[in-house]
């Protein structure tokens, strides 16, 4: 089976000759749409929902974004989102950081669980993958949303689940000037 890739061109937003040839790298979803693309001068973010969902009533969402000139490191992001969750939810957790490598670059992901957001009173589960690139920080954040539910639980099924760890560990960095890290079509 031949698998599609979404080939995330951010490298444009790298000054850098080097990182001009960096590209990440997602799946492509079937059924899935872009609900928006913005670019300024900091970076890129692209967000992804479901076809049958709109950008009000959207029950999953894929963001996809690129920073430049973001000094942290993959575990200080990953804190830092934790940290950010808590003063807007009237619950919130957060699973243990998984660190690692993509491509030769230091990558990790965490779960952070919002039982009930203070903003519109639903649930929210989250999934972030962040890969620090040569110039470019990257992270790829998969979300649930819907009724509010007790920290402990994971109010997104089990199969589910395993369909976005899939998700994330296809998520590749690659380089179109290193023939060590070649972009997928």
């Known amino acids: 089976m031949r698998r599609s890739f979404l080939a995330v061109a951010f490298a444009v937003l790298a000054p850098s000759p080097l990182a001009a040839a960096e590209r990440l790298q997602v799946p492509q979803l079937p059924d899935w749409k872009v609900l928006s693309t913005v670019t300024d001068k900091a970076g890129q973010a692209t967000e992804l929902i479901p076809m049958g969902e709109t950008a009000e009533t959207w029950t999953r969402r894929i963001t996809i974004q690129a920073f430049r000139g973001v000094p942290l490191t993959v575990p200080e992001f990953l804190?830092?989102?934790?940290?950010?969750?808590?003063?807007?939810?009237?619950?919130a957790a957060a699973g243990p950081a998984s660190l690692g490598m993509v491509a030769g670059r230091e990558a990790g992901s965490r779960t952070i669980a919002c039982g009930k957001y203070k903003g519109d009173g639903r649930g929210t589960y989250v999934l972030h993958f962040a890969i620090r690139g040569a110039d470019t920080f990257y992270v790829v954040s998969r979300m649930w949303r819907g009724a509010p539910f007790a920290i402990g639980q994971v109010p997104v099924p089990d199969g589910e689940l395993a369909q976005w760890r899939t998700y994330a560990d296809a998520i590749d960095l690659c380089d179109t000037a290193d023939p060590r890290r070649p972009c997928r079509d």
Request: hydrophobic share 45%.
């Open 79 to 91: 804190d830092q989102a934790a940290e950010k969750a808590a003063p807007v939810c009237d619950a």
